[in-house]
């Protein structure tokens, strides 16, 4: 095991824990985890179709078929045929669903911020304000 391999164990631990954390303050809505996956991806794709959505989830288009289904159903996204290509179907977010994806994300952010406000010193919540981004283009990154 080379000596980066503990640091890297503890940020994924120290990640996980906290995105445990974030999901035990989620608002109860009576979706699933991933149907508020799903929900999330679609707002952050905008205009999209369910073979994007399966490419940018790392999953099967038929795995989301009952999320969408059930998505739909409640009102909290839209379905309608491509103008172009009428074999392909676009999936949207309706207001519905914006506003309660912004609720959800708002709740999150508020346990978050008062937690960090609570328990972290000045320095200790500043430094996390800086390394933010870093974590950010963590994420985004494609490399393997």
């Not at 985890?33 to 490419?55: H, N």
């Not at 379905?79 to 959800?104: F, K, S």
Request: hydrophobic fraction near 40%.
């Amino acid at each position: 095991m080379s000596i980066e391999q503990p640091a890297a164990t503890e940020l994924r631990e120290s990640l996980m824990a906290v995105a445990r954390q974030l999901r035990r303050h989620r608002p109860d809505n009576g979706l699933t985890l991933s149907q508020m996956q799903l929900l999330g991806e679609i707002s952050r794709a905008g205009v999209t179709t369910p073979a994007e959505l399966g490419v940018r989830m790392h999953v099967r288009v038929q795995s989301l078929t009952d999320s969408l289904n059930e998505l739909e159903s409640r009102g909290l996204i839209g379905r309608r045929p491509d103008e172009t290509d009428r074999r392909r179907q676009l999936v949207e977010m309706t207001p519905e669903g914006t506003a309660l994806l912004d609720d959800d994300r708002a709740e999150r952010d508020a346990w978050l911020h008062h937690t960090m406000r609570d328990t972290l010193t000045d320095l200790e919540f500043d430094l996390l304000m800086l390394v933010a981004p870093i974590l950010r283009k963590l994420a985004d990154s494609d490399t393997r």
